[in-house]
């Protein structure tokens, strides 16, 4: 997000590490829009798939429903194998 292409509820997010609250509007900066690489990483994007997200393609915002649980995360993630790499 250091690109400033991102905002949350209208302010331009440039902090990686930014956490999202439940409730809160992620979008795209109106200038950002017609971006090609913004486009090219929004193509692929399939908001159907995750039931804690929503998802306005017309006006390229997106709101956090509620944090997901471990069950709700559709991919196969080894947490343990991410610890063992950490705790090195």
């Given at each position: 997000v250091s690109h400033r292409h991102i905002t949350v509820d209208g302010q331009v997010v440039n902090i990686p590490s930014y956490a999202v609250k439940?409730?809160?509007l992620i979008g795209v900066r109106e200038r950002s829009k017609?971006?090609?690489v913004i486009a090219n990483s929004l193509a692929g994007f399939?908001?159907?798939k995750y039931a804690w997200l929503e998802w306005d393609e017309a006006s390229?915002?997106?709101?956090?429903?509620h944090?997901?649980?471990r069950a709700d995360i559709p991919e196969n993630i080894k947490?343990?194998?991410i610890v063992e790499?950490?705790?090195k």
């Open positions: 439940p409730g809160q017609s971006l090609e399939n908001h159907s390229k915002v997106g709101k956090l429903l944090i997901p649980e947490e343990h194998l790499l950490y705790s």
